[in-house]
């Protein structure tokens, strides 16, 4: 297929994504305002990616140069160190006898026989007395029949294997160190497509895996191999497709980073990490850098580098930015060759890592260089994304922003985690482990109680996608509809500018509610959402559901009057709070209701538009009065529980007891009390005991 052929196809198959996209997004409650929506290969954001490696170039930031790169032969491209992980996989230690000229032979073990071929050199620690005889000498690869010197370097390893190693172009980074610090071969024996190439003789054409069979075979029937021993060990593999990793040597555009290590770490540190303990995972990332950013890539579909080579001298040719974004492969050089003057060119074919691109995200909502550029838009407020991109998504963006305009690109990071399948591995369609498909979940689940399971960790933290949690959020939406249907059958003649005396009951649940949004600002402002739902939660559910919600029924069907209006009113005050303090997350539920119960009080044009409840100091004395007269309450249901009788049913008397200052502060609770606990009577008594109240029932 024609390169432009599949690049049309790409194309369409991003079109259908962005719908499905949207269309999940939008059930599922996301606050998104689609008229900033954009693709990175939109033409005016190529224009800004384009337009960012012209100025990294200029500012001698950005250079290409033919080294060893990682290399995906899954993927066919190269890859940057940040798109690699290690994995422990099983392989084997093969004993390998290497002649030496004029007799005798030397062992190496090594877990890659098939680079033979491309070996270099025997490398030997100048320390281990038992190689001091092979000073200046030189060994024969088996199969091959190449003689290579024997260098001594502290490098090595005296403790593992026979404590001596071969080096091959390339192996490893100790590989890539040795053959640029001693001026050996490069003998590059894999190809790009993964396969042996004709510097490897009769492994032509073989995988990798097929040579290193063929390898062990021969040896084993020359005589030159000792043995084997199974291990496991880590290999460095691509993170997308898991495909072990090869080092190849292809020009490929670097930009330069390693120089700058201080400097990132210090934008890292002027970025508030949430939580905190990111920012390490960060720090250990610059600390460890080891390459240049990579940022070529040999694929079809991606933004264009936007230059070209002069075909004389190869010295490459900058498109202009008036002409940005330009793709090489279609339109010619502005100019003839700056260097020698030729017109005769050859367009760049590699396109840009994504990366690249999406570490331009402040930027590009900025419109950095475009003629609707916005202003004071950096840094920005927040970045938002998940742990395992740390050191790409965070790092990259971090790295631009500092090159670009010395600054960091957002004040806040906020570190999620990653949706779990049951086995507690991290859901991938790739891996085919997911547990269950968005769009078919929100068939048997709403969209809220969707996002009550998913915002049911702390920041940073996995969560395991849980039918039990599903289910609870189930229930919460059920018993918060339930309630404030409840409670709007009782506020139909509210008025909350008619005055109304709390009663103590009231007093304490207003406060609770104060003090519950306190909690919950305080989770909230460090982007802890659990938090805020957790306190959300734990306050619509027990204080006033269980507990307020029961005591102000008797006032509630009473007829109107003063002791009816205070409970209105602090019923009301007590659902509006929770009821915005569960909104982020209940996005559809809250609003609805909001809706049907509160707009016509609060005139805003939706719950998601309203004020955030102000996280005022609550009455402490309201609150530890009101926490004391529940012992009442609780003693009378425990007593009721005890004896199988209904919640409903009378008893004679409550006797409570307790030391007279608390005892006092209680007994304004009476009313209520008894009203709840449908006791005939409260019986009063003080106790010296020092200790808090003491409720019993009365036969």
């Not at 281990?128 to 005889?133: E, K, N, P, Q, S």
Request: hydrophobic share 40%; net charge negative.
């Amino acid at each position: 297929m024609p390169r432009s052929e599949f690049v049309k196809k790409c194309l369409e198959v991003t079109k259908q994504a962005e719908a499905g996209f949207r269309d999940l997004w939008t059930r599922l409650g996301f606050s998104c305002d689609w008229d900033e929506m954009y693709t990175t290969i939109d033409p005016w954001v190529r224009r800004i990616s384009q337009r960012s490696f012209l100025d990294l170039h200029r500012r001698g930031r950005v250079y290409r140069r033919e080294m060893p790169t990682l290399w995906c032969p899954e993927c066919v491209t190269a890859v940057a160190q940040a798109e690699t992980e290690d994995r422990d996989l099983p392989s084997t230690f093969h004993d390998i006898e290497f002649p030496l000229p004029g007799g005798g032979v030397i062992p190496i073990a090594t877990t890659r026989p098939e680079l033979l071929p491309a070996c270099v050199a025997v490398f030997r620690n100048p320390s281990d007395g038992r190689w001091m005889h092979l000073e200046g000498r030189t060994a024969r690869v088996p199969l091959f029949d190449r003689e290579v010197r024997i260098i001594a370097d502290g490098r090595v390893a005296s403790d593992k294997g026979s404590g001596l190693v071969m080096c091959c172009t390339f192996g490893d980074t100790t590989d890539i160190a040795w053959q640029e610090e001693y001026g050996l071969d490069l003998r590059i024996v894999l190809e790009k497509s993964g396969r042996m190439g004709p510097l490897a003789g009769f492994l032509e054409g073989m995988t990798a895996a097929e040579a290193r069979a063929e390898v062990v075979s021969r040896l084993g029937a020359s005589g030159l191999l000792r043995g084997g021993r199974p291990i496991t060990h880590a290999v460095n593999v691509h993170e997308r497709c898991g495909t072990p990793l090869e080092y190849l040597v292809y020009p490929q555009w670097f930009i330069r980073i390693l120089d700058m290590k201080a400097d990132l770490l210090e934008r890292g540190a002027q970025v508030r990490w949430h939580p905190p303990m990111f920012k390490v995972r960060f720090d250990h990332w610059v600390e460890n850098l080891k390459w240049d950013w990579c940022i070529s890539r040999q694929r079809y579909y991606g933004v264009p580098f936007p230059l070209w080579y002069c075909a004389a001298c190869g010295e490459p040719i900058l498109a202009g930015e008036d002409s940005l974004p330009v793709d090489p492969l279609e339109s010619p050089p502005p100019t003839p060759c700056g260097a020698c003057g030729s017109s005769e060119s050859v367009p760049e074919s590699d396109v840009m890592d994504t990366w690249a691109t999406s570490s331009l995200t402040p930027q590009i909502n900025a419109r950095w260089g475009e003629r609707d550029e916005r202003q004071g838009f950096l840094p920005m407020g927040l970045r938002p994304q998940a742990h395992d991109i740390i050191r790409t998504w965070a790092f990259y963006t971090i790295v631009k922003a500092h090159l670009h305009g010395g600054d960091i690109p957002w004040r806040d990071m906020m570190i999620s985690g990653h949706a779990l399948n049951p086995s507690r591995e991290k859901m991938s369609k790739s891996r085919g482990n997911v547990a269950g498909d968005p769009l078919a979940a929100l068939e048997r689940y709403s969209a809220d109680e969707l996002r009550y399971w998913a915002c049911s960790s702390r920041l940073g933290t996995d969560v395991v996608f849980s039918e039990e949690v599903l289910g609870l959020g189930r229930r919460l939406v059920t018993k918060l509809w339930n309630a404030v249907r409840f409670a709007a059958a009782h506020l139909e003649d509210y008025d909350p500018s008619t005055p109304a005396e709390p009663r103590p009951f009231d007093r304490w649940i207003v406060a609770r509610a104060a003090a519950v949004a306190r909690a919950a600002t305080a989770g909230m402002d460090e982007y802890e959402y659990s938090v805020c739902m957790r306190e959300a939660e734990t306050f619509f559910w027990s204080a006033l559901c269980d507990n307020y919600l029961e005591i102000a029924k008797a006032r509630l069907y009473s007829g109107p009057g003063p002791r009816r209006a205070a409970a209105q009113s602090a019923l009301y005050s007590a659902l509006y709070t929770v009821l915005r303090l569960f909104a982020p997350v209940l996005v559809h539920i809250t609003e609805e209701l909001y809706q049907e119960v509160f707009r016509r009080f609060e005139g805003h044009e939706s719950i998601h538009l309203a004020p955030w409840p102000s996280p005022q100091e609550p009455d402490a004395d309201a609150l530890s009065a009101g926490d004391a007269a529940l012992v009442v309450v609780e003693a009378a249901r425990r007593y009721k529980s005890e004896k199988g009788l209904s919640m409903a049913s009378t008893i004679s008397a409550i006797r409570v007891s307790g030391p007279a200052a608390l005892l006092g502060a209680v007994r304004p609770f009476g009313e209520d009390l008894a009203g709840v606990a449908r006791a005939g009577r409260i019986e009063w008594t003080e106790s010296g005991d020092g200790e808090g109240i003491r409720a019993e029932v009365s036969e």
